[in-house]
């Protein structure tokens, strides 16, 4: 299995416009995790999902977030409009219950 | 709120092993401790999980104490490689969330 595969793996955008990141996750996994990690905050939990339907959105930092999966391999995390302050690296996994969780590589994201 | 306690950073000589506490005084019965970790902002890397006996893979073994409240990763032949952070979670085998705290930066010295 390649693993938990994420793209793109980098994105520079501007102020204002629409950021969409994409997740695979590995075959078989019913749960999948959007994280975002800075210096200051860490790794963060943003959405976590399972079989697809998302369970606990607490930790989206606001409207401007959005998070899908309509699908057991797919699950992408918007955000409109995207804001300097959005600048971080967004790790996306996926485990099988119960059991360990797998990392992508992540999307080093940059908001100019 | 945090469940775990980590020294924010170790030092550890190359060829030696590496020993990371974790501190879980409030683990409730049904929950495993796990240990993960990042080099350098690469995805988190699963190491090892147990509930209340000592767990020993290829990668590290872990050491649970009796009572739970603490536990010990020990990375037996530290290599420069081993430089990381390293998070220890707590938390039920089903249906909960993965909560990463600061961790502990590991430094391994040539």
């Known amino acids: 299995d390649a693993g938990v595969i994420q793209s793109p793996r980098h994105e520079v955008t501007e102020m204002g416009q629409e950021v969409t990141l994409r997740c695979k996750p590995i075959?078989?996994?019913?749960?999948l995790f959007w994280y975002r990690q800075t210096m200051m905050r860490g790794l963060e939990l943003l959405i976590y999902?399972?079989?697809?339907?998302?369970?606990?959105d607490s930790g989206m930092p606001e409207d401007r977030f959005s998070a899908k999966m309509p699908n057991a391999s797919f699950s992408t995390l918007k955000i409109q409009p995207s804001e300097p302050r959005d600048s971080a690296v967004y790790f996306c996994?996926?485990?099988?219950?119960?059991?360990?969780?797998?990392f992508g590589q992540g999307t080093r994201l940059t908001v100019v | 709120d945090a469940k775990t306690t980590q020294p924010p950073s170790m030092d550890c000589a190359e060829g030696r092993a590496a020993n990371l506490p974790c501190n879980h005084s409030t683990i409730s019965g049904n929950e495993y401790v796990y240990w993960y970790r990042q080099i350098h902002s690469q995805g988190p890397q699963y190491i090892i999980h147990g509930l209340k006996n000592n767990e020993t893979n290829e990668m590290a073994s872990l050491i649970i104490t009796e009572d739970r409240k603490s536990s010990t990763l020990i990375l037996p032949h530290a290599t420069l490689r081993d430089t990381a952070v390293y998070y220890c979670i707590v938390r039920e085998h089903y249906g909960q969330n993965f909560v990463f705290g600061p961790g502990t930066r590991l430094s391994v010295l040539p």
């Open positions: 075959s078989g996994h019913n749960s």
């Open positions: 999902f399972n079989n697809n339907v998302p369970i606990d």
């Open positions: 996994a996926s485990r099988e219950e119960p059991g360990r969780a797998f």
